[in-house]
């Protein structure tokens, strides 16, 4: 496990929206650049990296649109139940994003949860909060709710590979991501010395900068 900060004395805040488990929003701002700053110190991945930026980015734009001045319990309730029917407004989720108009799996509505949950966390740490403001349960995410390739969607991603300009290459890579089940980003970044065909291994380096 993560080896956790020293806790600082809780400072006093100067806005008047603020409290022991609310941040005014030019401090929700500021704290999400520092979450990013300290991802770079502890060298996490440019995947999770992207993600702090991505998600914080969202939830300020979703304050500000709403119109509040700071972020608590509330507000981050509001922002999940907008994750959940975002997708039914005239003009979609997000501004400018790509399938805006489709509600978000639920497995991405959990991840969410734990990306924002470690952000406030982080506020405590940084003695910015007293109290988590993230009083309520994550959303469910069902493991049922991914399911496997059929035998005949196999088929068919295999014989679309044998179909392509590169027919060699591409069906190894559909078979290695099927095989495996490791991710495109994992498979892009292999070597050749990461691979050891007689023993018909490989290493990838992957998510949270793990080889597996």
């Known amino acids: 496990m993560e080896k956790q900060r ?4 809780v400072s006093t805040p100067q806005q008047s929206d603020a409290g022991p488990d609310r941040l005014a929003l030019v401090d929700v701002a500021r704290l999400a650049l520092s979450w990013i700053t300290d991802g770079l110190v502890r060298q996490l991945s440019r995947g999770t990296l992207a993600n702090r930026k991505a998600i914080t980015d969202k939830l300020l734009w979703f304050l500000r649109v709403r119109g509040y001045d700071g972020c608590g319990t509330e507000e981050l309730r509001a922002f999940f139940a907008y994750l959940n029917t ?25 991840s969410y949860y734990g990306y924002l949950h470690a952000f406030f966390t982080f506020a405590i740490e940084e003695g910015l909060l007293a109290c988590h403001p993230m009083r309520f349960p994550p959303p469910l995410a ?15 991603l295999i014989a679309a590979a044998r179909r ?10 559909v078979r ?18 990461d691979v050891a065909l007689v023993e018909r291994r490989a290493v990838v380096h992957g998510k949270g900068n793990k080889y597996r």
């Not at 392509?164 to 890579?173: F, L, Y």
Request: hydrophobic share 35%.
């Open 164 to 173: 392509s300009r590169h027919t060699k290459r591409d069906e190894a890579i």
């Open 86 to 110: 975002g997708h039914e407004a005239p003009r979609a989720r997000w501004p400018g994003a790509p399938h805006a108009h489709r509600p978000l799996r639920p497995v991405t509505v959990w």
């Open 6 to 9: 020293h806790i600082r004395p």
């Open 176 to 193: 290695m991501l099927l095989n495996t089940g490791c991710r495109a980003s994992e498979l892009c970044s292999l070597r050749v010395r």
């Open 142 to 156: 069902r493991a049922d709710q991914v399911r496997p390739f059929s035998q005949e969607q196999i088929e068919a």
